[in-house]
């Protein structure tokens, strides 16, 4: 498997200062300095929250028909937005260059505190009229949290260590997971890296705060796994873990943050519905954004609900990709 070297560049967009308000600023950005910047009008008009609401609906569809096309036309309009004019250009030039060079562009994207509402938008839907950038191996897109410094992490030198915690409470109120069939998956990912002893996978017995508190404090983990039910309420955002006797206990985000934090943990996988999702005034409030500003370098979350069998078929893919990098 070839191995890319990514350029980077900062997406980032704010309010515009002196307008209506629903004109935004777009700006990129590579080093810390602004190469370009334009203005584009955005509006929340009924057209964008029917989209909105068709996407999220969507994302729970075990096979989406054919002629669905909500999410392409979506992610066009929102390309077609920023990605004009002069900004479209220096965007267009730059990945060009990247792709001459063999090289690819990670794209962070930046938002202002001033625009909860742009931010809470799903970007990763964004389309070039030839595909979604996700899709395209030579972009990488994620988001960086305003007032959170990129940070390179040194290559490890001992083994690569991960936690599963797999929460599934006996509660009624609570869809069950396929405990069984999840670990199963992981450990048939990472079977190989095992066996060459270039990684240890544990599981948690429970799902409990204590539990998990005392793996943490046991080892040093570089990857926290979490695999169960998230939820979004008011903007705020909730994992759904367990109580002692198994039934269902919601810790809000800044119990999570504060748990995961100062631990050398380098990744948290999310693979939780709704745990970057945050509400249009608290568009920094979810469970990925409140890790990010506790200084746990990636995270992986998802926004909108997600399927039980997607999310088992995501940890297989992600855990062999590691395996693939070598890491």
């Known amino acids: 498997m070839i191995i890319l070297d990514y350029y980077s560049l900062d997406l980032q967009i704010t309010k515009e200062p002196e307008g209506s308000h629903n004109l935004y600023r777009a700006s990129i950005l590579e080093n810390g300095d602004t190469k370009v910047t334009q203005s584009f009008e955005l509006r929340h008009d009924l057209k964008l929250i029917q989209m909105l609401d068709q996407l999220e609906k969507k994302a729970i569809v075990p096979r989406p028909q054919p002629e669905e096309i909500t999410h392409i036309e979506f992610g066009k309009m929102l390309y077609n937005t920023v990605f004009s004019g002069e900004l479209g250009d220096y965007f267009d030039k730059r990945s060009r260059e990247s792709q001459d060079e063999n090289c690819g562009l990670r794209i962070s994207m930046r938002f202002g505190e ?167 005034k608290e568009a920094f409030d979810d469970v990925a954004s409140m890790l990010s500003k506790k200084g746990i370098p990636a995270v992986v979350a998802m926004q909108y609900s997600v399927l039980d069998d997607i999310a088992i078929k995501f940890a297989s893919v992600f855990i062999r990709q590691l395996q693939a990098e070598k890491l």
């Open 114 to 280: 001033d625009v909860p509402d742009i931010a809470a938008l799903p970007w990763e839907y964004l389309h070039d009229e030839d595909d979604f950038l996700i899709t395209k191996r030579r972009f990488l897109l994620s988001r960086l949290p305003v007032g959170i410094k990129k940070t390179e992490s040194k290559p490890l030198d001992s083994i690569l260590r991960m936690l599963v915690v797999i929460s599934s409470p006996d509660d009624t109120k609570i869809t069950p997971l396929n405990i069984e069939k999840e670990q199963k998956i992981i450990l048939e990912a990472v079977d190989k890296l095992q066996r060459d002893h270039k990684i240890r996978v544990d599981f948690t017995e429970d799902a409990t705060v204590e539990t998990i508190q005392n793996y943490l404090n046991e080892r040093n983990y570089h990857i926290v796994h979490f695999t169960g039910h998230g939820t979004n309420i008011d903007g705020k955002g909730y994992l759904i873990l367990e109580t002692e006797d198994r039934k269902a206990k919601l810790e809000d985000n800044i119990t999570l943050a504060e748990l995961f934090s100062d631990m050398g943990i380098r990744l948290v996988v999310l693979s939780s519905c709704e745990s970057a999702k945050g509400s249009n």
